[in-house]
C-alpha cells in the first residue's frame, strides 16, 4: 500500500511539475509571436539562424559559394541548416513534441502539427510592415496564405513558383523519337493511339539488342506509383492534380478520383495492354533504379509519368548520343471528348512553405531576410549568378551566357554546389517562374523559349516539326484555356489536426497501392469484379465521409480566400 500510494503522489507531483511547465511555456510562446518585437539595430550586423528544412540538399555548399558569400555580405545572415531525408516525418513530431525549434523550418506537410503546437508565429504584421518585396510578389493572393476560417494567421510562406509557366509539360505519355519516326508520325492524342504505335512498332522489332522489346513500362516503386500511374487516372480524363482529390469545378465537391467512372476506364485500358502483352511483366516489381535502367538504355519505348521521373534516363540518352531512343511527351488523353489539364494553373500555391518558430529571437530580421530573397536583384542573382563571372552583360543591357558559361552549367554536375545558383536559396522563399520578366522586360529565369529551342537535339526537333510544334508544351492545352483554380491545389490545404481524414486518406490509399495493380494484371474478364471489390473496401474506410469533409474544406477554402 505505502508503494502505491508513494507512486500515486509522484504521478500527482509530476503531473503538477507538467502543468506548470506548459503554462510557462503557453507564456513564452504568447511573447515569442509578437510580430513587433524589435529588430536589432545593426541590419547587416552578423546573425546566425537555425533551419531546419524536410527536404535533402546534396547542393549545400554551407554559403560559402559566390551566390552565399554575397547574401551574407548584403544581410549579415548565415544559415545553419538541417536538412531531412524523411520529409520531416520524424522529426517535426519530436519537435513539437518537445517544444524545441529551430528559427526557421520548412515542415513540407506536417505544418498543421506545428500549428497545433503553438510552434510558428503569426506573420501577417511582420510581412505588412517588413516585407514590401513579398507584398509585391504576391499581390492581392497574400490573402491565400490564410490558415483557415477559424484563424486567419499566416504561419507559412508558400515557396513555390509564381506566375510559373514551363516550357517542358511536367505530365503525359512518353514515347520514343524513333518510334514515331518509323511509323510516319502517326496522330498521338488518345490511349488508343498510343498503344497502337507501342504493338506497331514491337511487331517490327520484336527484339532490341538481342532482348525482347519492352512496350510501356510503370513506375511503382513506393510513393513514385502514385506520382505516375495513379495520377494518370484524372491526368487522362480532364482532371488537374488536386491529389488524391477529383474537385467539381462548378460546385466544388470533392470526389475520390478513383471513385470517378471515366477513370476505372483509364485502368481498364492498362489492362487491355497487360492482356496483349504490351506492358511490361515487371512494372509492379521493379524498384526505381530498375525502371530508370529500362529507360536509359532504350528497352522499354514507352512509359507514363511526371516529366522529373524520367530526367536522369532522358540526361544519361543524351549523353550516350542515343538521340532517337530519347522520349516525347504527349498530352494523351482517354478519348478525344477530354482535355489534357497539364497547365490549369492552380494560381499560388500555399500551405508548403516556410516559417518563422517561437524560438527566433528577431523576427523582424527573419522576415527581412527573407524578403531580400524575393526582392528583384536576388532573384535575378540566384538565377543567373554574379555579373562578369556566371553571365554576361551586353551594351543594351540584356544578360547572356558565352558559351563557356553554358558549358558550365550543362555539363559541370557540381555547378550548384560551387556557384549556389539555383535551387539552393530559391527553395527558401516564393520564387518568379519561368516566363516572368523583370523591369527591364528580361526574364527572371534563364528558361526561355529561345534557349529550350536551342538546346534540342536535331531529331527531337525533327519529331516537333512533323507535329507542327517547335516544343513539347506546344502539344499541349495552353494555361489561358482553363481559369485558374479558385481553391488552389488541394493537396496543399491544411487539414485540421482534430480531423481523422489523414488516417483515412493513408487507408484509402494503402487500399489503391494494392488493388490497382490487382485489377490490372487480373484476366480482362475479372477485371470488374476486382474493380467492384476495390470500390467497396474504400467505402468501409469511410470514403463518403472522406469526401463530404473535403468538400467542405474545399468550400471554405474558397469562401477565406474570397474575403
Not at 5 to 22: A, G, Q, W
Not at 92 to 109: H, Q, R, V
Not at 267 to 277: A, K, L, S, V
Not at 419 to 427: K, L, S, V
Request: aromatic residues 10%; charged residues 30%.
Amino acid at each position: 500500500m505505502k508503494n502505491s500510494f508513494r507512486k500515486i503522489c509522484s504521478l500527482v507531483l509530476i503531473s503538477v511539475l507538467f502543468l506548470i511547465l506548459v503554462a510557462c511555456q503557453d507564456n513564452d510562446n504568447d511573447t515569442s509571436k509578437d510580430s513587433n518585437a524589435e529588430a536589432s539595430g545593426d541590419e547587416t550586423e552578423p546573425i546566425e539562424f537555425t533551419l531546419f528544412d524536410s527536404d535533402s540538399n546534396g547542393d549545400w555548399e554551407d554559403m560559402e559559394s559566390p551566390i552565399g558569400q554575397k547574401i551574407k555580405e548584403d544581410t549579415g545572415v548565415t544559415i545553419k541548416p538541417e536538412f531531412d531525408i524523411d520529409g520531416g516525418q520524424q522529426k517535426i513530431p519530436l519537435m513539437a513534441s518537445s517544444g524545441e525549434y529551430p528559427d526557421f523550418i520548412l515542415p513540407k506537410d506536417n505544418a498543421s502539427m506545428l500549428v497545433e503546437a503553438g510552434a510558428l508565429i503569426d506573420l501577417t504584421d511582420l510581412i505588412e510592415e517588413h516585407a514590401p518585396n513579398l507584398q509585391e510578389m504576391l499581390g492581392e493572393d497574400i490573402n491565400r496564405m490564410k490558415w483557415s476560417e477559424d484563424d486567419p494567421s499566416i504561419y507559412i510562406i508558400p515557396n513555390s513558383a509564381i506566375d510559373n509557366e514551363p516550357l517542358y509539360p511536367g505530365y503525359g505519355a512518353l514515347l520514343q523519337h524513333e518510334v514515331v519516326q518509323e511509323l510516319g508520325y502517326p496522330e498521338m492524342e488518345t490511349l488508343d493511339d498510343f498503344e497502337n504505335a507501342i504493338k506497331e512498332y514491337i511487331d517490327k522489332y520484336p527484339e532490341i539488342d538481342g532482348k525482347k522489346t519492352i512496350g510501356l513500362t510503370l513506375q511503382s516503386d513506393g510513393w513514385q506509383m502514385q506520382s505516375a500511374t495513379l495520377n494518370s487516372g484524372f491526368m487522362m480524363t480532364g482532371g488537374s492534380d488536386d491529389g488524391e482529390y477529383y474537385i467539381d469545378p462548378e460546385t466544388y465537391e470533392a470526389t475520390l478520383h478513383y471513385r470517378r467512372p471515366e477513370e476505372k476506364e483509364v485502368f481498364r485500358w492498362y489492362n487491355h495492354m497487360n492482356d496483349e502483352g504490351l506492358l511490361d511483366p515487371e512494372s509492379f516489381v521493379q524498384k526505381d533504379e530498375q525502371y530508370k535502367e529500362k529507360l536509359a538504355t532504350g528497352r522499354a519505348i514507352a512509359t507514363i509519368a511526371p516529366d522529373w521521373m524520367v530526367n536522369e534516363a532522358q540526361d544519361s540518352l543524351r549523353d550516350s548520343g542515343m538521340y532517337e531512343k530519347m522520349y516525347g511527351m504527349y498530352p494523351v488523353t482517354l478519348s478525344e471528348e477530354f482535355k489534357h489539364h497539364d497547365y490549369h494553373s492552380p494560381g499560388l500555391q500555399v500551405g508548403w512553405g516556410i516559417g518563422i518558430t517561437v524560438d527566433n529571437e528577431d523576427p523582424v530580421r527573419a522576415i527581412k531576410f527573407l524578403d531580400y530573397l524575393v526582392s528583384e536583384e536576388t532573384q535575378i542573382m540566384t538565377n543567373w549568378g554574379i555579373e562578369g563571372e556566371h553571365y554576361e552583360v551586353d551594351e543594351d543591357g540584356n544578360r547572356y551566357l558565352t558559351d563557356e558559361q553554358w558549358d558550365n552549367r550543362n555539363n559541370n554536375k557540381d555547378f550548384a554546389k560551387e556557384t549556389g545558383i539555383g535551387y539552393n536559396y530559391q527553395r527558401f522563399m516564393p520564387r518568379y517562374g519561368d516566363g516572368v520578366e523583370d523591369s527591364t522586360g528580361q526574364t527572371y529565369t534563364l528558361s526561355t523559349r529561345e534557349q529550350n529551342i536551342a538546346n534540342q537535339t536535331d531529331v527531337e526537333k525533327e519529331v516537333l516539326e512533323n507535329y507542327d510544334a517547335e516544343l513539347w508544351s506546344d502539344l499541349y492545352p495552353s494555361a489561358d484555356e482553363f481559369d485558374v483554380k479558385p481553391w488552389g491545389a488541394a493537396y496543399n490545404i491544411p487539414i485540421p489536426g482534430d480531423s481523422d481524414l489523414d488516417v483515412i486518406n493513408q487507408r484509402m490509399l494503402d487500399i489503391t497501392m494494392k488493388r490497382v495493380p490487382e485489377a490490372i494484371l487480373a484476366k480482362p474478364e475479372e477485371f470488374d469484379d476486382i474493380w467492384n471489390e476495390f470500390m467497396q473496401d474504400l467505402e468501409e474506410v469511410g470514403v463518403e465521409e472522406a469526401e463530404e469533409e473535403y468538400t467542405q474544406l474545399i468550400k471554405d477554402t474558397v469562401e477565406l480566400w474570397d474575403q
